[in-house]
């Protein structure tokens, strides 16, 4: 039986129009025209979310778990899945404490609807952490007031013992291990144990590989690690994927830590090795080959590295398919600098 959502009017009021800003924000097309694609699976897990639709949700997140469940270009349904999740937690609301209460009201429901659904569970510690973050704000840490502090730390408390509470149902999910790698990186985990979360989600569930992204993010210096820790991690990623990606994994771990720290200085201030990165961008277009916003990212890179027959080779490939948030801050500005520095022109 589907589970409606019971919001309170005003909250209902701003998911509503939430929802309507994806369904009627498409341009319109004529009767003879080619219809629209429908609607991703990050905009339907987001509907459905929107909707109050938990046995549409359960269903979505059984499909997407499953083995060899991937996108053309290589990436997880179930992070697409969980990236529509995602907007509704993060959804900005004029009155945030009202629309977050409500959440945690309505996972509270579906959880205590559904005892044995892993993901209900998951979704209410979910919405606990998402109700943290307003307290602490994404300032500084010596700028958070000592009230911010302690909402912020009541609410993780909070999201911790109840996914320990429901750890039998709840773990039987990696995203429950997602969950909890990002817990621990807003508590100071130490790294032996959020390798031990990484390694009984990859038995939960093989296929998660954005378990590894989750970790390289902790292992960033600018939280618990260093650029030592962060190449050993990356290293031992790539070889526990070689199988699938060939060293695909140690391109797009690198790249995601260039976009979470070290950005235009990735080969300064870090161990990235460039002869590396471009064989796995080689092998994940020989395996995923549809992927234009790879393709973006691997002409960034290869700029970045001052490799000018890659660049020039990738960047011929790309023509009009420019994507501009692949490269990096002040992308417009990135783009320019490396097609000039490129072509001379």
Not at 178 to 192: C, E, N, P, Q, V
Not at 207 to 223: G, N, Q
Not at 259 to 288: I, T
Not at 322 to 345: F, H, M
Request: charged share 25%; net charge neutral; with cysteine.
């Amino acid at each position: 039986m589907t589970t409606l959502v019971r919001f309170t009017m005003p909250t209902r009021r701003m998911l509503r129009a939430a929802l309507l800003s994806l369904v009627v924000s498409a341009p319109a097309w004529a009767a003879d025209a080619k219809p629209p694609p429908p609607p991703s699976i990050a905009d339907t897990a987001a509907m459905n979310f929107w909707w109050g639709d938990f046995a549409a949700l359960e269903r979505q997140n059984t499909l997407h778990r499953q083995p060899g469940s991937v996108q053309p270009d290589g990436g997880l349904q179930i992070e697409m899945f969980r990236t529509g999740l995602a907007r509704v937690f993060q959804h900005k609301v004029k009155n945030v404490e009202t629309y977050l209460a409500e959440i945690d009201a309505l996972t509270l429901e579906w959880a205590q609807a559904h005892p044995k659904s892993a993901l209900a569970h998951i979704l209410h510690a979910e919405a606990l952490y998402h109700h943290a973050w307003p307290y602490r704000g994404n300032g500084m840490a010596k700028d958070v007031t000592p009230e911010g502090w302690k909402g912020f730390e009541a609410y993780l408390q909070r999201a911790t013992l109840y996914l320990r509470t429901h750890a039998e149902v709840a773990l039987t999910d990696s995203h429950a291990h997602l969950f909890l790698l990002r817990m621990g990186r807003a508590m100071g985990w130490d790294k032996k144990q959020l390798f031990a979360i990484l390694q009984d989600g990859l038995k939960r569930n093989p296929d998660d590989i954005s378990l590894y992204f989750d970790v390289v993010l902790s292992l960033l210096p600018k939280w618990i690690g260093n650029v030592k820790d962060l190449d050993d991690f990356i290293r031992k990623a790539t070889e526990e994927t070689r199988s699938r990606y060939g060293m695909g994994m140690y391109a797009r771990l690198y790249s995601h830590a260039a976009e979470n720290q070290f950005s235009h200085a990735l080969f300064e201030d870090s161990l990235a090795d460039w002869d590396k990165m471009k064989q796995g961008y080689e092998d994940m277009f020989a395996r995923y080959p549809d992927s234009p916003k790879r393709l973006n990212r691997y002409a960034y890179l290869a700029c970045l590295a001052k490799d000018k027959p890659t660049f020039l080779k990738v960047y011929g490939q790309i023509g009009t398919n420019i994507d501009l948030p692949e490269w990096g801050v002040n992308p417009e500005r990135s783009l320019e600098a490396c097609r000039r520095w490129g072509t001379g022109v």
